[in-house]
């Protein structure tokens, strides 16, 4: 959301010139849909146990948008510290705005807004740079953020709102440390992104280490999770179901065992490893079918590419009670709207209209300050 792969040719920052990657945009596509149904299908079935779309979905479709995200701001090769600030404004803006509708759902666009404007440092630095700050903020902040969280107010709702400007402190923390997708510990998600989008995409070697790499290391550490968490369980310092455990953001500041869980959404190590790993074996294997696929893949990539507008119509109509009352065909609902909206407008027009505005925006101030970074 917010970052896109533009159409046509590629430019990445040390001036080579690439084609446009399909699969980065159906990539983030399928994290839409991954939104979708973590917000609209039952995350518990009549048995009481965990829904298989919530196992699927939940913690990583929003992580894969983050590390997309990284990947698409290393891909244009056309950015400006002005232009991310401006992007972080009305990003930020509209995230504060359907927050405050009344959707009940955790919207996501004010901590993306915020991931701007700490990427605007980031983008600087080499890939190996970039990969070590992903090793060390997905390690480190973690860390921090359970000693400091000790002493900061709980999270106060599902979403930031307008109105939490007024408390700018409050609202800087929040998004942050304390709330849902903590800007913070998510730096781990862009740095791992931004040194991706410097690789070769189009490369079948590179697409293979992807998918096969991310695969061990989601695979791996929730191995990990699973032996820590059944150690210290058996000790009551933690839940038996921790590493299952919905905690939202961030783990209760109790216990440094709580590192050790590898839940949704709970922004451990272990968490954030664990994602990481998911969004690059889905991006791999999407850029290992590219080729296969040919323009079946299209209409999925026009989805992907224009995910700020969808998402954004997913939570008005959502707010506005739109659709069947059957969940699974509110989902269906959803998910067909957004292929035929998405497929009519990039039919036509190169970006989303949101995507057009926040783009036209981005460019004016990138002109404007005169440097690219």
Request: charged share 10%.
């Amino acid at each position: 959301m917010g970052g896109e792969v533009y159409q046509g040719t590629l430019v990445n920052r040390g001036g080579t010139s690439r084609r446009r990657v399909a699969a980065v945009d159906a990539a983030r596509a399928l994290a839409l849909v991954g939104m979708f149904a973590v917000h609209l299908l039952p995350g518990i079935d009549p048995d009481g146990s965990v829904s298989a779309s919530d196992v699927i979905f939940r913690g990583r479709s929003s992580a894969a948008f983050a590390v997309l995200a990284g990947v698409a701001l290393s891909l244009t090769g056309r950015t400006s510290a002005a232009g991310l600030a401006v992007r972080c404004v009305l990003i930020g803006l509209l995230g504060l705005v359907l927050g405050s509708v009344d959707s009940g759902l955790a919207i996501i666009l004010a901590y993306y807004a915020v991931l701007f404007a700490l990427a605007i440092p980031l983008v600087r630095l080499s890939t190996r740079a970039l990969a070590a700050a992903a090793v060390m903020v997905a390690i480190g902040v973690p860390v921090l953020s359970h000693v400091v969280r000790a002493g900061l107010p709980a999270k106060r709702g599902p979403s930031p709102v307008l109105a939490d400007l007024g408390e700018s402190a409050t609202l800087l923390t929040e998004l942050l440390l304390t709330g849902y997708y903590p800007a913070l510990a998510w730096v781990a998600y862009l740095s791992a992104g931004l040194a991706v989008g410097r690789l070769d995409l189009h490369c079948r070697r590179v697409a293979a280490w992807l998918c096969g790499g991310g695969a061990a290391l989601a695979v791996g550490t929730l191995v990990v999770s699973g032996v820590l968490v059944d150690l210290r369980a058996a000790r009551a310092a933690l839940p038996p179901d921790a590493a299952d455990l919905i905690v939202s953001g961030t783990t209760p500041p109790t216990t440094w065992w709580w590192l050790a869980t590898a839940g949704p959404h709970s922004s451990t190590p272990l968490d954030l490893a664990h994602t990481i790993g998911t969004a690059l074996a889905v991006l791999g294997l999407l850029l290992l079918l590219e080729p296969l696929l040919g323009r079946v893949l299209t209409p999925i990539a026009w989805v992907g590419s224009m995910t700020l507008t969808l998402y954004t119509l997913h939570v008005l109509a959502v707010a506005d009670g739109v659709g069947p009352q059957d969940p699974a065909e509110l989902f269906a609902v959803h998910v067909v709207v957004a292929l035929l909206v998405g497929t009519a407008i990039r039919a036509n027009v190169a970006r989303g209209p949101l995507e057009h505005l926040v783009s036209v925006a981005a460019n004016a101030a990138t002109r404007v300050s005169g440097r690219r970074l």
